[in-house]
Structure formats: C-alpha cells, structure tokens
C-alpha cells in the first residue's frame, strides 16, 4: 500500500507537468516565424524528453525506498541490486551506495538460507541418507554480476568479501569435519567464473577476461566452460588460457583421467563435459546446445596430445591404492573414449594406450569393455555419423522385460526426433506402455516445434501447435514465435495466430501463473501488430497476474522432460515475451503515462517492482540512433 499510494502521488503530480512540457513549446511555436519550426520542434522533444527523465527517476527512487520492506527479503536484495543498475545512467554515486545497500540485504538473507539447508540436511541425516538438494538462489552472485558489470573496482570489493567468508567456512568446515560441504554454496573460484561468464555473455569481454583470469588455475567444469565461451569471442586470449591449464595440469600429481576428460572439452566438445566414475558410470553436463568443433592451431592442440597422453600413461597404482576420480574402469574408459582422436591426430600415442587399456583390462567389467555407452560417443562421434535404428533391434534382443523395450523405443525416438526424422512417431506408437507412450510424444512434438522454430519454418510450428501433444504453455509458445517470424511479410496471418495464442492462453485456470504469462506473450506480440488489442491484452493479462500466486513476472521457461528407466532429458526455450520486462518496456514507449498507471495496478510487489523498472530504462536507456518514442 505504501508503494501504490506513493507511486499513485508521483503520477498525479508529474502528469501535468509532463503534458504543459509537451504543449508549452507548441504555444510559442505558433507564434514564431516559418522559418524556426525545425529549431521549435527540437526544443519540444527536448522538453519532453527531460520530463520523462524526470518521471523515470521518480520511478526508480520511489521504488528503491519502497523495497527496503518489501515481505520478502530475497526481493529486497534483488530489486535494490537492479534499481542500482538503473540508476548508473543517471547518478553513480547514488547507485553505488544502492549496490552497497542490496548487497548488505543480500548478505543476510543468503545467511539465513545457508542456516536453513543446515538444518535441512541434519534432519535428513536423522531419517536416512542426505538427497541430493538443488540449493537457493544466491544473491550475492546476483548483486555482484550487476555491479561487477559497472565497475571493476566495486565488483572485486564484493569478491572479496565473499572470499574471506568461504575461508571461514572452510576453516569451520574442516574444524567440525562436515560432509556435503556443497551444500552451503559454490566456492568463491566458482561464483567468480559465474560472474566473468555472464560479463562474457553482457557482451564485456575484456572485464570478465579480468575478473575471470585468478580463477583459471585448475581444470574444473567451470574453467573449462568459461574459456570455450572466451574463444568464441576472443581465441587468442582463450587458447593462452587453455595452454596455461595443460601447463599446470601436467605438473599436478593429482591429475587423472576426469581431468583429461575434462580438457578435451575445450579441444573437441565444446560446452558438454563429461566424467566417468569408478565404476564406470558417466556423468555428462551439457552447458549449451552443441557446438562445433574448434580449429585449434597446430601448438595448442599438439599440445593437449602430449599432456593427455603423459597423464594417462602414468604407472597404475595397485588397486587397493588408487584413490583417483576416475579409478581404473573409469580411467579405461576415458581411454576408450578418446581412442579415436589419438588414432586420427596423434597416432604415435595412440598404441601406447591401448597397450595401457590391455594392462587394465582385467579390472575393468567385461560389459565395460566393449559395451554400448553413448557417453563414449557423445561429442565424439557426430550424431548423423550412424543410425540409431542399426543398433536398436540388437538392444531389444537383450532387452528382457517390456519395461526395457518400451525405454529403448523412447530411445532411439528421441535421438531421431533431434535429427527432424519422421520415423521418430513410429517408433512411440511401438511404446506399450500407454502412459509413457504420451509422455514420449509429448516430448518429441515439442522438440519438433523447437526445431521447426530454429529453423524459422513458421508453417511446420503452427501445425505441430495444432496436432501434436502440446500443452497449453507450449502452444501459445509455438504460436507466437511462429507470428513474429511471419509479421513482416504476412501481417494478416500473423495476427490470426495470435487470436489462436490468446484463445489458448484463456483456456489455462484462472489461478495458474502460466495463465498471465501467456497472456503476457500475446500481448508483446500484438504491440507492433494492433496496439489497441495489445492494450486489452495486457489489461486481462494484468487481471490474471494479481490472481495467480507466485507470479513474478520474470525468469519464464518454456520446456519439457521426459525420463525413463534409461535415461533423464530436458529441453528448455527462452520465454523473455513471457515476462513482464519487454511487455512493459514496448508499451512504456508507446504511451508511458498509460504504462505507468498499468503498472500501479499489479498487486504483487515482484511483478509491480519488475514493470516499474522496466518503464523506467525504456526511458533512461536510449536506443541506438534515436530517442526513446514520444507519447
């Protein structure tokens, strides 16, 4: 209530003076001679550009005050942190002293949430073994992205605190002996190649080369992620910082196979890091969709060769000695998996390791040996180099339950869906299991669309939309997607697909946060298109937020999963038209009064937070050859 009748005060007051701001110069315009409407219409958008400038600050100080009690405290930290953000257009100083601020909120309420997990795991370890936990947003890495993004100075302030802290906890850590150390959060390395990969993401390659280089010390999923993402923007700088952890991967005694596995990652497949245990489970972690195989200059790919191979020809500890990541059925397979690339560019070694392969053969289950494993191939091999359907009906003959059939069908269906390949639905309608057999044909049609989208093929999306086994949330995504990529050309049919998100979007309950959000999509959607229609869609999209519990406005996902006896998958779309941030920064420069009124209406302080501050840049961020649109 504070913030609504504070804000409502603002608008009542700044509204006249931004609409005499606009009249008074056309006034005096008509007064002038012919020869100075050039100069006259210039000083009008100046004067109305100042004033709404000045509401926008309004905005943003009104809403900074407003989140020191807002009844979440992980809203408290975040909102300061953006509207800190915001606030370096226009006053650094006050910004810094707001990053300070939400960074002091933040501190605390990532304390309370570190005691709360605590807690968590010892009445776990009560009952029965721990779970795996997934763990609480961290703040403070929030806090520190944005003002790390805005000042060096102020960003390594903040990892320095975060540093001294992680020493403390280490040393009480070691003091009380605790297990699932993880559990209280990532270590400072990790949380400053988090911060240096979204600079990299920001586009700020230099200052995430900055924050990023005490970090790249050791080989770890983190390093190596960060430095493929370096080189797709800077590969000189990349490929030195790759050479360096061969350099110190080579000296560390404590290197094995994981960590071989790990460095070809940067060599062969980007993005996608896989881990063998030692008992030859694999552990593959993909950060992205694939990637192409880099071209390495001769130096550095050389000498990733020699350092893998010094590594894993290193003498094997007896048995009951080896204490490695990987042990020896872990280590045979990393071998095995990296066999075919010694054999293709360093062929001198690649004896030598399967002479190494021999020696552990022995330790190493037979079905280990020779075994299908896609983890041996994943990245390796490309994915259109065999045909998934050659190697199925062996896997059947093996299989000896209908339970087993049924997941290799899914399967093989999956991987043939990837590839766009029609035989996919063949092999769900195979599926007896009726429940999975939905369940696989939801997550191929929705992998379809996604493709069909990727591929800018409006027509397949919409008829996948239609037919397929869509839920709601996913069909109004596939059809506002399919109507952006039709608008420029095909206006008409562009905006009938809308029609249809909208009736889907109204066939979500009322109390469903997806509800809002694909209203919200639509009515991004139809601002280009029909701003009146664009208007009333968001006014029912408005209506549907302040109904559904825990909208907040942001942080929207579109996706599927499907997990069967054999495997776990899941595939995610960015959503950003279902937030409220493009939404409101589109109708803010369509008419920003409206906007603002709009935005006083939501009821939840998160969505209202997230509308105001998307007002407030659309007009302190100034887009590229022009100023913000007039009202």
């Known amino acids: 209530m504070v913030h609504r009748s504070s804000l409502s005060a603002l608008v009542c007051l700044l509204v006249f003076a931004i609409i005499v701001g606009a009249q008074a110069p056309a006034d005096k315009t008509s007064q002038r001679t012919r020869s100075q409407p050039k100069a006259a219409n210039t000083e009008e958008a100046d004067a109305v550009a100042a004033q709404r400038e000045v509401l926008a600050i309004s905005l943003l100080q009104t809403l900074a005050e407003d989140a020191r009690s807002f009844r979440e405290p992980r809203l408290r930290a975040r909102v300061q942190a953006r509207v800190a953000d915001a606030f370096w257009l226009t006053d650094v100083e006050k910004a810094k002293g707001l990053f300070r601020r939400a960074w002091e909120a933040a501190e605390i309420e990532d304390t309370e949430n570190a005691k709360r997990e605590a807690e968590d795991i010892n009445r776990q370890r009560q009952s029965g073994p721990v779970v795996f936990r997934s763990r609480r947003p961290d703040l403070r890495a929030e806090v520190l992205r944005l003002a790390a993004k805005r000042d060096r100075a102020l960003g390594e302030e903040f990892l320095a605190k975060l540093e001294e802290e992680n020493k403390k906890d280490a040393e009480e850590a070691t003091r009380k002996n605790r297990e699932n150390e993880a559990a209280f959060g990532q270590s400072a390395q990790e949380k400053r190649l988090a911060l240096a990969r979204r600079l990299l993401e920001d586009g700020d390659v230099q200052r995430a080369m900055e924050f990023a280089g005490p970090a790249l010390n050791q080989v770890s999923r983190e390093t190596i992620t960060f430095l493929s993402a370096l ?266 697909l809308l029609e249809a998100a909208g009736a889907e979007a109204r066939r979500i309950s009322g109390g469903d946060p997806d509800r809002a959000r694909a209203l919200i999509a639509v009515a991004t959607g139809l601002v280009p298109a029909d701003r009146v229609r664009a208007w009333e869609t968001m006014d029912e999209a408005i209506k549907a937020a302040n109904s559904a519990a825990g909208f907040t406005g942001e942080d929207s996902q579109v996706g599927a999963r499907l997990q069967t006896r054999m495997m776990v998958m899941m595939t995610n779309a960015s959503a950003e038209d279902f937030d409220l941030l493009g939404a409101f920064k589109a109708l803010a420069r369509e008419d920003l009064l409206r906007s603002v009124q709009l935005a006083k209406s939501l009821t939840g302080e998160s969505p209202r937070a997230v509308a105001t501050l998307a007002i407030a840049r659309s007009v302190l961020e100034k887009p590229a050859g022009g100023s913000p649109g007039e009202d």
């Open 231 to 496: 080189r797709e923007r800077n590969s000189q700088a990349a490929d030195q910082g790759f050479l360096n952890l061969l350099a110190i991967a080579e000296r560390d005694p404590l290197s094995d196979a994981n960590t071989v596995s790990g460095l070809s990652s940067y060599a062969f497949t980007p993005f996608l890091y896989v881990t063998f245990s030692p008992d030859g489970g694999a552990n593959q972690m993909r950060d992205r969709a694939p990637a192409p195989r880099p071209e390495l200059p001769p130096a550095v790919s050389g000498a990733f060769f020699r350092v893998a191979a010094n590594i894993l020809l290193r003498p094997l500890p007896p048995p009951d000695q080896d204490h490695t990541t990987s042990g020896r059925t872990g280590k045979f397979m990393v071998i095995r998996r990296l066999l075919p690339l010694f054999e293709q560019y360093a062929p001198e070694r690649a004896a030598e390791l399967r002479t190494q392969m021999a020696a552990m053969a022995a330790d190493v289950p037979q079905g280990m040996q020779s075994g299908e494993n896609r983890a041996i191939t994943s990245g390796i091999t490309p994915d259109n180099a065999s045909d998934p359907m050659e190697r199925m009906q062996n896997r059947l003959d093996r299989a000896r339950t209908s339970e087993e059939r049924d997941a290799i069908y899914a399967d093989v269906a999956v991987a043939l869906a990837a590839r766009s390949d029609p035989r996919a639905r063949d092999l769900v309608d195979k599926i007896e299991d009726t429940e999975m057999r939905k369940q696989v044909r939801a997550y191929i049609d929705f992998q379809t669309v996604q493709a069909a989208i990727q591929e800018r093929n409006a027509a397949e999306a919409v008829r996948i939309a239609k037919s397929g086994e869509l839920t709601s949330i996913q069909r109004v995504w596939a059809y506002t997607r399919a109507s952006s990529l039709l608008l420029p050309t095909e206006r008409a049919r562009a905006l009938e």
